[in-house]
């Protein structure tokens, strides 16, 4: 195990890691061999410098090393993830794109963890709704079948992100660690949606996914989201190259910021979560919230935009997704031997 002054001496003196230095770096991080103060000063480090591409790649690959897999049936899965750190406290909009696509007939693993540079991560939200995260595959299995979706917790699966987990939650910024968490789903989905907050992090993001074997479909909004948020144009990155959109293409005009904000804290985050989930969000809500989920069926069904989109309307406004969350709050209670109490959208 290298000294951590000596990494950060290193740093300091703008060189950077190879691909090895950086996993073996993570992979002591996951076993504990580094304090919280340690931990802080090696990612402030990266908060005044770009993480290059052989950083994150062996930082990458030492959280798959450390992750517990599971294997979740023979179904493709598709994830629709963000890395955060965006800083424009919206909604919660890919976790609600992720029940649209369940609704709709996708095989969801959905990733996830709790805010830390944002008010309410996905985790903090389902959380709020009684749902008991797990590890275990034979629930996670149940889960998917019979609601079309299942939650990995990310720190249930990656002991490096439970062990940054309170330095995180302390320094309260984003970090590597939210570029890294949409590439170690420890069920390995053959189709991801990832949504990133940098025109830069999404080429380097090509650059890494194209020399792996999942299908993806990378989003980032040009005025800085991490999601399509209609708010102007968006760049979406797949196999096929680069491609431009504006709000007008795909049906919409654009929208003001100031409609697609959160909550300031859990419980208010909730509310919005529920009322759009019931179907009385705003029409911009609803709006953004179908945008993303059609994206994502789109590459997941390998239909036309024009399908995917009818597909993710259909599911928001008549229920389906409601339905598929409902139910995967209920199962994952019952895997734990706890009554169903009314906390469920009804």
Same mark, same amino acid.
């Given at each position: 195990?290298?000294?951590?002054?000596?990494?950060?001496?290193?740093?300091?003196?703008?060189?950077?890691?190879?691909?090895?230095?950086?996993?073996?770096?993570?992979?002591?991080?996951?076993?504990?061999?580094?304090?919280?103060?340690?931990?802080?000063?090696?990612?402030?480090?990266? /908060?005044?410098? #770009?993480v290059t591409v052989d950083e994150l790649i062996g930082?990458?690959?030492?959280?798959?090393?450390?992750?517990? #897999?599971?294997?979740?049936?023979?179904?493709?899965?598709?994830?629709?993830?963000?890395?955060?750190?965006?800083?424009?406290?919206?909604?919660?909009?890919?976790?609600?794109?992720?029940?649209?696509?369940?609704?709709?007939?996708?095989?969801?693993?959905?990733?996830?963890?709790?805010?830390?540079?944002?008010?309410?991560?996905?985790? #903090?939200? /389902?959380?709020?709704?009684?749902?008991?995260?797990?590890?275990?595959?034979?629930?996670?299995?149940?889960?998917?079948? %019979?609601?079309?979706?299942?939650?990995?917790?990310?720190?249930?699966?990656?002991?490096?992100?439970?062990?940054?987990?309170?330095?995180?939650?302390?320094?309260?910024?984003?970090?590597?660690?939210?570029? &890294?968490?949409?590439?170690?789903?420890?069920?390995?989905?053959?189709?991801?949606?990832?949504?990133?907050?940098?025109?830069?992090? $999404?080429?380097?993001?090509?650059?890494?996914?194209q020399k792996g074997n999942t299908d993806f479909v990378?989003?980032?909004?040009?005025?800085?989201?991490?999601?399509?948020? &209609?708010?102007?144009?968006?760049?979406?990155?797949?196999?096929?190259?680069?491609?431009?959109?504006?709000?007008?293409?795909?049906?919409?005009?654009?929208?003001?910021?100031?409609?697609?904000?959160?909550?300031?804290?859990?419980?208010?985050?909730?509310?919005?979560?529920?009322?759009? &989930?019931?179907?009385?969000?705003?029409?911009?809500?609803?709006?953004?919230?179908?945008?993303?989920?059609?994206?994502? /069926?789109? $590459?997941?069904?390998?239909?036309?935009?024009? %399908?995917?989109?009818?597909?993710?309307?259909?599911?928001?406004?008549?229920?389906?997704?409601?339905? $598929?969350?409902?139910?995967?709050?209920?199962?994952?209670?019952?895997?734990?031997?706890?009554?169903?109490?009314?906390?469920?959208?009804?």
């Amino acid at each position: 195990m290298k000294e951590i002054r000596d990494i950060i001496n290193h740093l300091s003196a703008y060189k950077t890691l190879s691909r090895v230095e950086a996993q073996q770096i993570l992979s002591d991080i996951a076993e504990g061999k580094y304090s919280e103060t340690e931990m802080a000063a090696f990612l402030t480090i990266y /908060l005044m410098r #770009n993480v290059t591409v052989d950083e994150l790649i062996g930082f990458r690959d030492a959280l798959l090393e450390h992750c517990q #897999n599971v294997d979740l049936g023979t179904d493709t899965l598709i994830d629709l993830c963000g890395t955060g750190g965006d800083s424009k406290d919206t909604f919660n909009i890919s976790t609600l794109a992720s029940f649209v696509a369940a609704g709709a007939g996708a095989k969801v693993a959905k990733h996830g963890n709790f805010g830390v540079s944002s008010n309410c991560g996905s985790s #903090n939200v /389902l959380e709020f709704f009684g749902c008991e995260f797990t590890n275990d595959e034979k629930t996670l299995k149940t889960q998917l079948k %019979e609601s079309g979706i299942c939650f990995l917790h990310a720190p249930l699966f990656n002991p490096a992100m439970k062990n940054i987990a309170p330095v995180r939650k302390k320094l309260k910024v984003k970090t590597f660690f939210n570029m &890294l968490g949409p590439m170690v789903n420890p069920a390995r989905p053959q189709k991801q949606m990832v949504g990133v907050f940098s025109l830069e992090l $999404a080429r380097l993001y090509n650059y890494i996914y194209q020399k792996g074997n999942t299908d993806f479909v990378i989003i980032h909004s040009l005025d800085g989201y991490d999601e399509i948020s &209609l708010t102007g144009d968006f760049k979406c990155i797949d196999r096929s190259g680069e491609h431009l959109y504006s709000p007008k293409d795909i049906g919409y005009s654009c929208v003001d910021p100031n409609l697609i904000i959160g909550g300031k804290d859990v419980p208010s985050s909730a509310l919005i979560f529920k009322q759009i &989930l019931e179907g009385k969000g705003s029409a911009v809500q609803n709006a953004v919230v179908i945008s993303n989920g059609a994206f994502a /069926l789109q $590459a997941y069904f390998e239909c036309s935009l024009q %399908e995917a989109h009818a597909r993710a309307e259909e599911s928001l406004m008549s229920g389906h997704a409601k339905t $598929a969350f409902n139910s995967l709050i209920e199962l994952s209670k019952l895997s734990h031997g706890k009554h169903i109490e009314s906390n469920s959208i009804a």
